[in-house]
């Protein structure tokens, strides 16, 4: 058996659609309408999938960290850093420096997509819109039909959250980059936009909607079987946390493969976490707690510093009741709960 980690397919449903259509042992006659219910037979030739979401905010967190304070840093050390108003920054400074004087705040590029977030994804906004325009209006389109039939079983309409012309809209000047940032960068003109991985740092929340991606592939799997569970599975992160041995033991069983018992690897530590590359590279967890530990040390000894990832209590809730609606769309879509903030 043999497989592939690839998370950037999940937002797209464009590959959803190459995926069924390469991989179907039979193709429809040429000229014949190829919709997605045109390969309903070939359904079961797929890979089976498994999606793996984690609690939304701890995840936007994260990517905020490594998609716009990392990247962020490298640029600007290097003395390539450019401005939200297009002045230069200087280089070979301290990244607390930096830190302090040019990045933007977890709380400043979250609060800034939540606004555009909850414009854009009303009943009948610009997601939904965009979304019905090239995939659903034209009657030889993929997922057609999937929009009637979703119509009416009086579903909810799929969205696709990542395209341009949706939510994440491009705009000028460069240093800009995004619509959202707009506001932001008028008031904040000396920080830093114009960096890698734009396309991630700009839905550091959008990213933690997972139910809207993972019903357009829920979706190809129901349309030809009421077994959909068999072909596509979804893995809480933190089950692989509280109660590593039994998720691995659900994955396994997912897959068809004989049972294991994995008591004896989830015991010796986590893998590939926190900084240890590698999965062959193991971290116990002795080691984890040390290094929170240190870290937990270290953020008391900057106090007096900036803290960019920070929560208010007020973005706190307002995360919690933007996210409440489509986690719970996710729970009755995957047929469990994830233990995540309520």
Known sequence: MTGEASPGYMPYPSVI????????????????????????????????????????????????????????????????GVTASG?????????QFYKDNYLYTFEELASAELATLKECLQPGGRAEKFTYKWYGKKPGAFFYKTFKSRA????????????????????????VARKQWVELSKRNPNKVLDIPNLHLTQSIIG????????????????????????????????EMGDAPAEAMADVTRFLGLPDFDFTNVTSTGRYNVGGHEGYDTVTTDEE?????????????????????????????????????????????????????KE
């Not at 193709?27 to 390969?39: D, F, M, N, T, V």
């Not at 990542?162 to 809209?169: P, Q, V």
């Not at 008391?300 to 986690?327: G, H, K, W």
């Open 288 to 340: 984890i707690a040390e290094e929170v530990a240190d870290e937990e040390e270290q953020m008391v000894a900057n106090s007096s510093q900036i803290d960019l990832t920070a929560i208010s209590e007020e973005l706190m809730t307002e995360l919690l009741e933007f996210y409440r609606p489509y986690n719970e769309r996710l729970f009755e879509l995957i047929g469990k709960r994830c233990a995540w």
């Open 17 to 80: 659609k190459l995926l069924v259509k390469r991989m179907s042992p039979t193709q429809p006659k040429r000229g014949k309408y190829a919709g997605l219910e045109a390969y309903q037979n070939s359904i079961h030739s797929l890979p089976k999938i498994i999606a793996i979401v984690r609690d939304p905010i701890e995840r936007a967190v994260s990517s905020y960290k490594y998609n716009y304070v990392v990247p962020s840093l490298e640029v600007l050390k290097r003395g390539r």
């Open 87 to 95: 002045e230069s920054i200087p280089g070979r400074q301290s990244e």
């Open 207 to 238: 990213r933690g909607i997972y139910v809207l991606p993972l019903e357009w592939w829920y979706e190809v799997f129901a349309s030809a079987s009421q077994t959909k569970e068999d072909w596509i599975y979804s893995v809480c992160t933190e």
């Open 152 to 175: 009416n079983r009086s579903l909810s309409p799929l969205i696709h959250l990542d395209g341009y012309g949706a939510c994440y809209d491009k705009v000028e000047p460069r240093h």
